[in-house]
Structures are given as C-alpha cells and as structure tokens.
Nanobody
Framework: QVQLVESGGGLVQPGGSLRLSCAAS????????MGWYRQAPGKERELVAS???????KYADSVKGRFTISRDNAKNPVYLQMNSLKPEDTAVYYC?????????????WGQGTQVTVSS
C-alpha cells in the first residue's frame, strides 16, 4: 500500500508563503491526476487545486492567482506553492493521487499537514 506524506506546513503571517510537498513511500505508476484538498475546523474537505498527468490544472476560486500546483516524479508527485496567504487559508491540507489500472481508480491520501495563517 502506498503511503503519502505531506510536508511544508506551518505557521505563517498573512501575506506570507509556504510550499507544500507530497512524498510517496514508493513510486506510483499510472497516475491520472493529483490534487490538494483542505479541511478547516467545522467545514467539509474541499478541493484546492488539481493537476492531470497531461498538465491541466484546476483551482478553487478562493485561491486562483495565489496558489500554484505542480507535478514532479512518481515518488514526489505533487507540490503546492501558496503565496499571499490569508487567515481563511488556515486548514489541514491533504495530498491526493489518483491512479488508474485496468479500469479501476486507486485513490491515495496523505495524513495532512497543518497550515495556520495568523499574525
């Protein structure tokens, strides 16, 4: 079973930047799409940004122009550059990787990394 581990979270002041990374315990093959989700206290988990294996990206309206998702290799599949952070970006951020094999979709999730934006 593949394990995903997020890193790069922490406490940052409003207007600051963080870069989240996602590392896999072993290479993931047949990746179809990757994404970052977040969940704030008392709220549902929401999609922040996603990227397909062909490079197509999608962003939540609230982060457009501030966040950038990028992909790398099979062991470190996806990153999230977060600029101009706001207090409302405070949440636990989760990495997600979806791979397709023989018509079946396999979803991998990390345990999450806390991002706190506060002065």
């Amino acid at each position: 079973q593949v394990q995903l581990v997020e890193s790069g979270g922490g406490l940052v002041q409003p207007g600051g930047s963080l870069r989240l990374s996602c590392a896999a315990s072993r290479s993931i093959f047949n990746i179809d799409a990757m994404g970052w989700y977040r969940q704030a206290p008392g709220k549902e988990r929401e999609l922040v940004a996603s990227i397909t294996i062909s490079g197509g990206t999608k962003y939540a309206d609230s982060v457009k122009g501030r966040f950038t998702i990028s992909r790398d290799n099979a062991k470190n599949p996806v990153y999230l550059q977060m600029n101009s952070l706001k207090p409302e970006d405070t949440a636990v951020y989760y990495c997600n990787v979806a791979s397709v094999l023989a018509g079946s979709v396999y979803d991998y999730w990390g345990q999450g990394t806390q991002v706190t934006v506060s002065s």
